[in-house]
């Protein structure tokens, strides 16, 4: 065969184009930011960026700099304080989160709260 991909060969360093990995490329450039604005900046679904702020965030990556306030309408704000480096997370159901930079699984911690200022 020629010099092209062989099936089942996996491609490393691949671009990543999910939503997810537009969604962690928003997160690393911004550092602090609201869901209104991962949405718009990756071009992503809003139930798609909040599930993931609460799964990186119950994991450690993200921590909550400031509550949102509901009558103020003011969205919350996260910080992010695990920047490993440019292939996004993998969330699992289970809560667990493999890390592809580092090739490391982290569990979701028992409080994500006590993380946060």
Do not use: C, H
Request: zero cysteines.
């Amino acid at each position: 065969m020629s010099g092209g991909r062989q099936p089942g060969n996996v491609v490393k360093n691949a671009p990543q184009t999910s939503g997810r990995a537009k969604v962690w490329s928003s997160m690393r450039i911004l550092t602090r930011f609201n869901t209104r604005e991962l949405v718009i900046t990756a071009e992503a679904k809003v139930n798609n960026v909040q599930d993931y702020i609460q799964r990186l965030r119950a994991a450690g990556y993200l921590r909550l700099v400031a509550p949102g306030v509901g009558g103020l309408r003011r969205e919350a704000v996260y910080q992010l304080v695990r920047n490993t480096g440019p292939l996004a997370p993998i969330t699992r159901k289970t809560g667990y989160v493999y890390d592809p930079n580092e090739q490391k699984v982290y569990a979701p911690i028992e409080d994500p709260e006590a993380t946060d200022v």
